[in-house]
Nanobody
Framework: QLQVVESGGGLVQAGGSLTLSCVVS????????RGWFRQAPGKEREFVAA??????????SDRGAVKGRFTISRDSAKNTVYLQMNSLRPEDTAVYYC????????????????????WGQGTQVTVSS
């Protein structure tokens, strides 16, 4: 069993930056996948970014110009995954969720929330124009 806790959301003006954190506690594993998803009001949840290890690299959504503005990273010593978000836009407003899987998903599977076993409660990000 894992516990997933996100933090770092808030209100920011367009063009600003935020860094979200996701701490995953529980069983330590040598391979895994962590993903960030978001859900805006009235919309479906969508994939934002993921990181896999070992040797899995990082992956980003091709929607909303996430790649190039957002950066996912992992601190293994702290069991924490970060989502650095720059040049934020009003359309980035959403609840951001961290998801965890205690295995290294294949690349074609990181995009779907159905493949993750544990989820946090979410953190609200609001970008004002």
């Amino acid at each position: 069993q894992l516990q997933v806790v996100e933090s770092g959301g808030g209100l920011v003006q367009a063009g600003g930056s935020l860094t979200l954190s996701c701490v995953v506690s529980g069983r330590t594993v040598s391979a895994g996948t962590r993903g960030w998803f978001r859900q805006a009001p009235g919309k479906e949840r969508e994939f934002v970014a993921a990181v896999r290890w070992p040797s899995g690299g990082t992956h980003y959504s091709d929607r909303g110009a996430v790649k190039g503005r957002f950066t996912i990273s992992r601190d293994s010593a702290k069991n924490t995954v970060y989502l650095q978000m720059n040049s934020l836009r009003p359309e980035d407003t959403a609840v951001y969720y961290c998801a965890a899987k205690n295995s290294r998903l294949i690349l074609s599977s990181v995009w779907s929330g159905e493949n993750y076993d544990y989820w946090g409660q979410g953190t609200q990000v609001t970008v004002s124009s």
